[in-house]
């Protein structure tokens, strides 16, 4: 039993916003109580004390859309590659390092990831993984990370035509298998979809084939409209939008997420809406692409479940939420809007989204909600209440500022340390998988 006490307490909880100095019991997966420190210390006197030493103690956060697959990326440069367009930076970037990820580089960029991971406070993510070099019993290494570190994980793998027919199969069935492995095991803390590639990727054969293999046991993860390859792919071959072509394969539905959706039409916002699916926006990776500005406030007024997500640009979700307002306000051209729509997307739908897969309560810190909890080094100089934290958290935060987190109960990074992870082992390791993927890269 653990007693994270001595800061200011923002709960997400309407019935107890915010306690100046208040503190949180933790009892197994669960949060027992949340209170003032004096009560909480007073009441449990045998619980262990984690102090947060006036600090902000809040909900961990969640990311909605990432990719593991491509952490061993980071500081890479490959010969000859000088992207002009989308497909070029898919082909000559991350088809590039996926078709070279061994199960050995899969794993270490699992550990990479869920190292950031937790120094951001981050202790849930849906991931989006890909790696041709080695198909089978892909999911199944990152889910031995994932336990072993503790981060709540919903998985699957990107299916695609890209590389041929064999390797398309694979993928198949490793979504297949695994997503069987996942209901058989009910293991709350791991999850599964079926995952898919851009549309422009996947022909209608293979649109079947995952249909049959899914047998309705879960929903999609599929990328769609990132670019405007999907919409003049499907225009040209099937003479349909690509939302249209979704809805023919039966792959929408309030299970099913979306990711990107920036070259979307309002008919094409109007069946999501009306299927229920979840669409996850990942501002920072569509900015760098170059692929254009979701419209996210026209979904929204549509009444859309939005989710934030960050393609794996970052780990840093408050990151993701602050560059989300800036380009809509860009796009846009007006200062005045954006803000509740990016703080929903991230404080109260991200946590929706995870309740569609997730059992236990996320997001809140309440009695009975899962003990995800973060400790962050933020010292406000300015008031600081329920009522604007949200300011806070888009001017004044980042991931980074997280000293302390727990995962479901469990004490995985204290005052900016890990707890029974042996961090320097693990970034050896992973030195040698990025020096091996890089060497086969660039020969």
């Known amino acids: 039993m653990y007693l994270l006490c001595n800061g200011k307490v923002i709960t997400r909880d309407e019935q107890n916003p915010y306690l100046d100095n208040g503190g949180v019991l933790i009892d197994g997966t669960k949060i027992l109580e949340v209170g003032t420190t004096d009560e909480l210390k007073a009441k449990y006197k045998d619980a262990q004390v984690v102090d947060a030493k006036g600090l902000v103690i809040m909900p961990a956060f969640i990311n909605a859309h990432t990719h593991i697959y491509s952490a061993l990326a980071r500081g890479l440069s490959i010969n000859g590659y000088n992207p002009n367009n989308f497909y070029e930076i898919l082909d000559g970037m991350w088809w590039n390092i996926d078709r070279k990820l061994s ?3 899969t794993r270490a960029s699992a550990y990479a990831t869920y190292l950031d991971c ?16 080695e198909i089978p019993n892909s999911l199944f290494e990152i889910a031995d990370v994932a336990k072993e570190m503790g981060v709540r994980s919903c998985l699957c793998y990107e299916v695609s035509d890209r590389d041929g027919e064999q390797k398309c199969d694979e993928a198949i069935k490793e979504n297949a298998d695994f997503i069987r492995y996942c209901k058989d ?25 995952c249909v049959k293999a899914n047998d309705n046991m879960t929903g999609y993860h599929i990328h769609i409209c990132e670019g405007t390859n999907d919409v003049i792919d499907s225009k040209e071959k099937y003479n349909m939008l690509p939302v249209e072509r979704l809805l023919k394969w039966g792959i929408l539905g309030e299970k099913t997420i979306l990711g990107h959706c920036i070259h979307v039409s309002e008919p094409e916002m109007d069946i999501i809406k009306e299927h229920n699916t979840m ?3 990942n501002p920072q990776s569509n900015m760098g692409n170059a692929v254009g500005c979701s419209p996210i406030l026209k979904m929204y007024e549509k009444g859309i479940m939005l989710g934030l997500g960050t393609d794996a640009y970052t780990h840093d979700m408050l990151e993701s939420m602050s560059c989300a307002l800036t380009i809509q306000r860009h796009n846009a051209g007006k200062a005045n809007v954006g803000f509740s729509e990016v703080t929903d997307m991230l404080f109260k739908n991200n946590p929706k989204i995870c309740s569609r897969y997730f059992d236990g309560e996320l997001g809140v810190l309440k009695k009975g909600a899962s003990a995800d909890v973060v400790v962050m080094d933020y010292k406000p ?3 600081f209440d329920n009522t604007n934290i949200d300011g806070h958290m888009l001017f004044g935060m980042k991931g980074r500022q997280c000293v302390t987190t727990f995962a479901n109960g469990r004490l995985l990074y204290k005052d900016r340390e890990f707890v029974g992870i042996d961090e320097e082992k693990i970034n050896a390791e992973i030195l040698e998988s990025a020096k091996d993927l890089w060497r086969k890269i660039n020969g």
């Open 185 to 209: 095991n009910n293991d709350d803390m791991l999850k599964a979809m079926f995952g898919m590639h851009a549309l422009f990727t996947i022909s209608d054969k293979t649109f079947e084939k």
């Open 118 to 133: 937790i120094r951001n406070g981050v202790t849930t993510i849906f991931d989006h993984h890909a790696s041709f070099c």
């Open 381 to 383: 100089f300015t008031p």
């Open 103 to 105: 199960l050995k580089a």
């Open 279 to 281: 669409v996850v926006n």
